[in-house]
Nanobody, 125 residues
Framework: QVQLVESGGGLVQAGGSLRLSCAASGLTFSTYAMGWFRQAPGKEREFVTAISWSGSATYYADSVKGRFTISRDNAKNTVYLQTDNLKSEDTAVYYC??????????????????WGQGTQVTVSS
């Protein structure tokens, strides 16, 4: 009965911003590390960012450092991804994922137990 539901994707111009949300249910949210991955057509799913169960530690792929920000609100069972200064190469389906306790190898999909359905982000030029 665990569900992760992403929202907030859409079509934006290069240089614009989007705020993605992932609402979790059916789990004790505060005991899970959360991550964001993305997948473009014809490419493998890649790590974007992750946050520890307490929110005290965050991790980012080099390609998004300084532009994307992950955060969580445990009271609302929600993790967010603020995407700023978007580029055409950011176009992809963005997925959130939950891993119990902590994520030891945070870039690896197998560290995560549950996944959302994804939300499309398209950046036009």
């Amino acid at each position: 009965q665990v569900q992760l539901v992403e929202s907030g994707g859409g079509l934006v111009q290069a240089g614009g911003s989007l705020r993605l949300s992932c609402a979790a249910s059916g789990l004790t949210f505060s005991t899970y590390a959360m991550g964001w991955f993305r997948q473009a057509p014809g490419k493998e799913r890649e790590f974007v960012t992750a946050i520890s169960w307490s929110g005290s530690a965050t991790y980012y792929a080099d390609s998004v450092k300084g532009r994307f920000t992950i955060s969580r609100d445990n009271a609302k069972n929600t993790v967010y991804l603020q995407t700023d200064n978007l580029k055409s190469e950011d176009t992809a389906v963005y997925y959130c994922a939950a891993g119990y306790g902590s994520v030891r190898r945070f870039t690896a999909p197998y560290e995560y137990d549950y996944w959302g359905q994804g939300t499309q982000v398209t950046v036009s030029s």
